[in-house]
C-alpha cells in the first residue's frame, strides 16, 4: 500500500483541497483513483457542513445539526457482507452465516468498476486512529463519495494531530462509495447493496446502502479479527469508570439497557459501544457515539437529547419540519432506528482519554421476557464464557413483524455479526483475562418478572440500579448467595433497596408449575444453542452451562 514516491499523488488530473498542512504523504494511488475531480482532505466539521449544504447531501437543523436521510436503507444489510476468502486469512475466519465468502476475483473486478466510476467525480478523506491507547490503536483511512459520511467517519472515530496527519501511513483503508450499485450476477453479491473486507488488500469497499453505520460496524469488525493475536479482547460494550477508579464494562444486545445502565452522572463515560481490554487498560475503539434517538426525551436523557441541537451532531433519519427546521424525534416514518452522530465529548461526563484501568465488574445484560432468569446472578468465569458465548436475550411480540409471542434470541459474544473469528477465541480472552484480573461478572435480568411477557410485568429499573450499583460498589459481593435451581446461578441473598422475593424469579409466580414449565423450555434453548460451541470449549465451561431439569 505504500507510496513509492512518498508524495500525495491522487491522480494527474485531480485538484487536492485542503484545509492545511492535513494531506498526508502517503496518497490515494493504491486505491487506483485516478482523475478525480477533487480530494477534500481532512476537512474540518465546518468545512464538511458546506460542501454537504453546497451538494445538497443533507439540510440543516434549527440548532445547526446536520440532518440527511439515507432513503431504502436506514439499517445495516448483514446478509450483503462478505470477506475476501484468500490463503493469509482463510482459515482463521469463521464461516458461515455470519462470515461469507466472496473471491479475489470479484472484489478486484468490483474495485475496478469503483475506480472507474469515480472518475471526474470528488472524494473526501479522513485519516483517523481506531483506538484510544496507542499501543494498539489502528490508522485508518475513510475514503468517501459524500461529505457528510466524511463528517460521521470524523465524528466516529478518533483524530490526529496535524503533525501525526502529515506522516499518517493507514494500514487499513474503507472506501465508500453509496450511489454505485452492484450487479449481482456480474459482480458475485447478493443485491446491489455490498460491505466487502478484504484482509489481504487491508481494504474495505462499500455501495448500494447510505446507512452510515456500516463505516463504523465495518472498522469494528476488523478489530475484532485483529486485536485477538496481540492478547486484546475487543468488545462490544460499554464501558464507564467510578469516582475510585474503577472500571465496568456493559454487554448487552439492543432493547436490553447497555445504554441507560451505563448512562450514570456518578461516573466517567469511557465510550458507549465498542472497547478493548488489554494487559494495560480497557480502552474505546471510538471517538464519538451513535445513539438510538427514536423518542428521545430531554427528561429521560437529557445529555443525548442535548447532543441532537448541537452543530456538528449528524441526525440520520430524523424527521424535520421543511420550513421551520424544527425536529421531531418521536416521528418514526422513516425508521424506529432514527441515529444521532456526535463526537464522545459532547457528553458532559465522557472521558477525555478513552482508557480505563482492569475491570473490577463486569455486568452481562439480558432481557428475558420468559421472566424466569433471576435480576441479578454471579458468575464464574466458566459460566461467564458459557453465557458470553450464549449472547441470550428474547424479543417481544410486537417489536418485530410476526413476533406474537415471546422468542428467545442468542448472539454470540453480544455481537455475532462483527466476529471474523470463531467465537471461542473470544471466550477463551475473557476467561482468561478474568481469571488474571480477579473481575466479577453479573448476569443482570432487565426482562419480565413475575410471568413472561403478557403474564408477568417489566422488572423495575429502580431495581435494576439498585442492584447494579451494589454490584458496582462490590457489597453485593460480599451478601451470602444461594444456587437457583434452574439455571445453576448464585444469587444474593439480599440487597438494599431491593425485596428478597423479586431475587429468585420462581417466588414471583403465581403458578409455581407455569413457572417451572417455562424455566425447563428456555434451559433446552439454551442446551440447543450452545450444541454449536460444545466441542470447541473445555468440560469446566460445558459443565458451567444451563442443563435441563429432570
Known amino acids: 500500500m505504500r507510496n513509492a514516491g512518498g508524495a500525495a499523488e491522487i491522480g494527474e488530473n485531480a485538484n487536492v483541497e485542503t484545509t492545511g498542512p492535513a494531506i498526508s504523504g502517503y496518497g490515494l494511488d493504491y486505491l487506483g483513483l485516478t482523475n478525480l475531480k477533487a480530494a477534500h482532505w481532512n476537512l474540518s466539521v465546518a468545512g464538511l457542513y458546506e460542501q454537504a449544504l453546497r451538494r445538497g447531501e443533507a439540510l440543516m437543523s434549527r440548532d445547526g445539526a446536520l440532518v440527511a436521510l439515507t432513503g431504502q436503507h436506514t439499517g445495516r444489510s448483514p446478509n450483503d457482507k462478505f470477506i475476501v476468502e484468500e490463503e493469509t486469512t482463510a482459515s482463521d475466519i469463521w464461516w458461515g452465516n455470519v462470515n461469507k465468502p466472496i473471491s479475489e476475483q470479484a472484489f478486484d473486478n468490483l474495485q475496478a468498476r469503483i475506480q472507474a466510476y469515480l472518475q471526474g467525480r470528488e472524494v473526501f478523506v479522513q485519516d483517523l486512529w481506531a483506538g484510544a491507547d496507542p499501543e494498539h490503536r489502528l490508522p485508518v483511512r475513510i475514503v468517501t463519495q459524500h461529505a457528510w459520511h466524511n463528517m460521521f467517519a470524523r465524528n466516529m472515530f478518533i483524530r490526529p494531530s496535524l503533525q501525526e496527519r502529515r506522516d499518517f501511513v493507514p494500514e487499513f483503508t474503507v472506501l465508500q462509495v453509496p450511489d454505485f450499485k452492484a450487479v449481482p ?19 474495505v469497499l462499500i455501495g448500494g446502502t447510505s446507512y452510515a453505520g456500516e463505516i463504523k460496524k465495518s472498522i469494528f469488525s476488523i478489530l475484532n479479527f485483529i486485536l485477538p493475536a496481540k492478547g486484546v479482547l475487543p468488545m462490544h460494550c460499554s464501558a464507564n469508570v467510578g469516582p475510585k477508579g474503577d472500571t465496568a464494562v456493559f454487554f448487552g444486545l439492543s432493547g436490553t439497557g447497555k445504554t441507560t445502565l451505563s448512562a450514570d452522572s456518578s461516573r466517567t463515560l469511557i465510550g458507549d459501544d465498542e472497547h478493548g481490554w488489554s494487559d494495560t487498560s480497557v480502552f474505546n475503539f471510538e471517538g464519538g457515539c451513535y445513539a438510538k434517538v427514536i423518542r428521545l426525551s430531554a427528561e429521560a436523557e437529557p445529555e443525548i437529547y442535548a447532543t441532537t441541537r448541537r452543530f456538528g451532531t449528524i441526525l440520520e433519519n ?19 432506528n432514527t441515529r444521532a452522530s456526535y463526537p464522545i465529548d459532547f457528553i458532559p461526563n465522557a472521558s ?6 482492569q475491570p473490577d465488574t463486569i455486568v452481562m445484560l439480558t432481557a428475558d421476557a420468559f421472566g424466569v432468569l433471576p435480576p441479578i446472578s454471579k458468575l464464574s468465569p466458566e459460566q461467564a464464557m458459557y453465557h458470553f458465548l450464549s449472547g441470550y436475550t428474547a424479543r417481544v411480540a410486537g417489536t418485530e413483524k410476526g ?50 411477557y403478557g403474564t408477568g410485568k417489566r422488572m423495575s429499573i429502580a431495581h435494576t440500579r439498585a442492584l447494579v450499583r451494589a454490584a458496582l460498589d462490590g457489597t453485593l459481593a460480599t451478601v451470602p448467595h444461594v444456587r437457583e435451581q434452574s439455571f445453576g446461578l448464585l444469587v444474593p441473598e439480599g440487597c438494599e433497596g431491593v425485596p428478597a422475593d423479586v431475587l429468585m ?17 428456555v434451559a433446552k434453548r439454551f442446551e440447543k444453542n450452545f450444541e454449536q460451541f460444545a466441542d470447541h470449549v473445555d468440560e469446566k465451561v460445558r459443565g458451567a452451562g444451563v442443563k435441563v431439569a429432570a
Open 185 to 203: 450476477e456480474r459482480d458475485g453479491t447478493r443485491s446491489e447493496v455490498f460491505i466487502l473486507c478484504n484482509f489481504k488488500k487491508r481494504l
Open 352 to 357: 477525555p482519554t478513552g482508557l480505563g484501568g
Open 318 to 336: 430524523v424527521v424535520m419540519d421543511p420550513q421551520t427546521r424544527e425536529l421531531d424525534l418521536d416521528d418514526g416514518r422513516y425508521t424506529e
Open 403 to 452: 413476533v406474537t409471542e415471546p422468542q428467545a434470541t442468542f448472539s454470540t459474544c453480544f455481537g455475532a455479526p462483527f466476529m471474523p473469528r470463531h467465537p471461542t477465541v473470544y471466550a477463551r480472552l475473557l476467561g482468561e483475562k478474568m481469571a488474571k484480573y480477579g473481575s466479577n461478572c453479573w448476569l443482570v435480568n432487565t426482562g419480565w418478572t413475575g410471568g413472561a
Open 505 to 521: 424469579p420462581r417466588n414471583t409466580w403465581a403458578d409455581k408449575h407455569a413457572y417451572e414449565a417455562t424455566a425447563r423450555e
